[in-house]
């Protein structure tokens, strides 16, 4: 996929498109330094990073303004996010490397996003509107991570791949999910848990 192909089918207008293409760029050139996203994937920026990420937009509830992207690594989804228009965006990754990079990007990008370089357990901050991960740890863990971080209204957006019905599954045994299931717009087996609530206990049949 090309920067113009995904402009096209994300109907993103062109100033989007110039924090993008600055964010691209960054990031080819610090992936030399540092393991940012797998390296087979970096030739499918477009389709397998930005692509994925940018889908999210559109499950976004009107009005929502606090967003935190939990385990941001190279800044998927949360950057992406951040230069759609999410209005206020806190990244959290704890590896320092990976926190300097989402910084210098975000700068690069023109952002006002904040970067905690800490672990989620000791993140504090206000509660969010939105909360998303993508590819950090099994929706079991989410959500325990999710819990403290959350207010009444909080939507989760977790993309997830083929295992989403299994990791459903397992964490439906100690939480109480009121969920619905997206399809991926970049792989027919992938799909988005977005969740409107949950609580501990165990799922009814």
């Known amino acids: 996929m090309t920067p113009e192909q995904?402009?096209?089918?994300?109907?993103?207008?062109?100033?989007?498109?110039?924090?993008?293409?600055?964010?691209?760029?960054?990031?080819?050139?610090?992936?030399a330094k540092i393991n940012l996203v797998g390296p087979k994937t970096l030739p499918e920026l477009w389709q397998r990073h930005m692509l994925d990420s940018a889908q999210l937009?559109?499950?976004?509830?009107?009005?929502?303004?606090?967003?935190?992207?939990?385990?941001?690594g190279a800044g998927f989804p949360g950057l992406v996010l951040a230069a759609f228009g999410a209005p206020d965006m806190t990244l959290v990754e704890s590896d320092s490397r990976?926190?300097?990079?989402?910084?210098?990007?975000?700068?690069?990008?023109?952002?006002?996003?904040?970067?905690?370089?800490?672990?989620?357990?000791?993140?504090?901050?206000?509660?969010?509107?939105?909360?998303?991960?993508?590819?950090?740890a099994p929706l079991t863990q989410l959500l325990e991570y999710a819990s403290?971080?959350?207010?009444?209204?909080?939507?989760?957006?977790?993309?997830?791949?083929?295992?989403?019905?299994?990791?459903?599954?397992?964490?439906?045994?100690?939480?109480?999910?009121?969920?619905r299931l997206v399809p991926s717009i970049t792989d027919a087996a992938a799909r988005i848990i977005q969740i409107e609530a949950f609580q501990h206990g165990k799922q009814s049949p």
Do not use: H, N
Not at 6 to 31: H, N, P, S, T
């Open 6 to 31: 995904f402009q096209r089918q994300m109907g993103a207008a062109e100033a989007v498109m110039e924090r993008l293409r600055i964010y691209a760029d960054l990031l080819a050139k610090w992936q």
């Open 98 to 136: 990976k926190a300097t990079f989402l910084r210098e990007a975000a700068r690069a990008m023109g952002l006002a996003v904040q970067v905690q370089s800490v672990r989620i357990e000791k993140l504090v901050v206000p509660p969010a509107d939105i909360i998303t991960a993508r590819a950090l």
């Open 148 to 179: 403290c971080l959350r207010k009444e209204g909080t939507v989760c957006l977790f993309p997830k791949g083929q295992d989403v019905e299994k990791e459903l599954t397992e964490a439906t045994k100690s939480w109480k999910i009121d969920y």
């Open 57 to 72: 937009w559109s499950l976004a509830p009107t009005g929502a303004r606090c967003w935190i992207d939990l385990g941001s």
